[in-house]
């Protein structure tokens, strides 16, 4: 399977570069190893792969998972992944989520500014941008069905048992960096959690077999 990791962005290609997967418990892979045989079966029958990253607010986490997910999908050369998030509520992306990843190396802009606002945000120079907003997962900019549900935090996953429309639903869940909020360490702990995000999804995608991009 070839890699696209050179046309990324460099500093996010150095970091995904030096994620250790062995960070990653066994009994956390068990979980991620259900996301990955859902990506692996719409990969093996030539279908489209849609995900939607769910938590309650989709303003921290989620929207981490989107665009990790969508970046590392390209990075491993996986075609047609589409990455989407949505919350049980609407609210929009925290300012600090936005910080984190242009730290990281993505491009981001602000197409709207308003009390939430979307965004472009790209991780390479020629592909279509991510936009990135605040919305419920039933908004139409989301999938209406064969998705994977991805649910990202605890209060969404219990107040969500059945997502409308989901293939799969799939508890995925991690700490709310939200926590950290106007702490001395804030700007460490969302970085701490996006690269969490980021090694987890790196192992997902690494075990994808992508035999069926190249016909």
Same mark, same amino acid.
């Given at each position: 399977m070839?890699? !696209?990791?050179?046309? !990324? +962005?460099?500093?996010i290609d150095n970091i995904i570069n030096n994620l250790n997967v062995d960070t990653i418990s066994g009994e956390r892979k068990t979980i991620l190893n259900l996301l990955t045989d859902f990506i692996q079966s719409k990969v093996s029958n030539g279908e489209e792969i849609r995900i939607n990253f769910i938590c309650t607010h989709n303003s921290r986490r989620s929207h981490l998972s989107q665009i990790w997910a969508q970046t590392l999908a390209f990075h491993f050369n996986i075609k047609n992944v589409f990455c989407y998030s949505g919350g049980t509520e609407s609210t929009?992306?925290?300012?600090?989520?936005?910080e984190t990843l242009r730290n990281s190396g993505f491009e981001i802009s602000a197409i709207s @500014?308003?009390?939430n606002p979307?965004?472009?945000?790209?991780?390479?120079?020629?592909?279509?941008?991510?936009i990135g907003f605040s919305k419920k997962m039933d908004? @139409? +900019?989301? /999938?209406?069905?064969?998705?994977?549900?991805?649910m990202?935090? @605890?209060s969404a996953n219990e107040a969500c048992p059945?997502? /409308?429309?989901?293939?799969?639903?799939?508890?995925?869940?991690?700490?709310d960096p939200?926590? +950290? @909020?106007?702490? /001395?360490?804030?700007?460490?702990?969302?970085?701490?959690?996006?690269l969490q995000i980021a090694t987890e999804l790196f192992y997902v995608f690494s075990k994808i077999n992508a035999y069926r991009n190249e016909l």
């Open positions: 070839n890699s !696209l990791h050179s046309s !990324l +962005f460099q500093e929009a992306l925290f300012p600090m989520v936005v @500014d308003n009390n979307i965004y472009s945000i790209k991780y390479a120079e020629n592909e279509h941008p991510i908004d @139409d +900019f989301n /999938p209406k069905s064969e998705f994977a549900a991805i990202t935090c @605890d059945f997502v /409308p429309g989901a293939e799969k639903r799939i508890p995925i869940t991690f700490e939200k926590a +950290f @909020d106007n702490t /001395p360490t804030q700007a460490e702990k969302y970085r701490e959690r996006s």
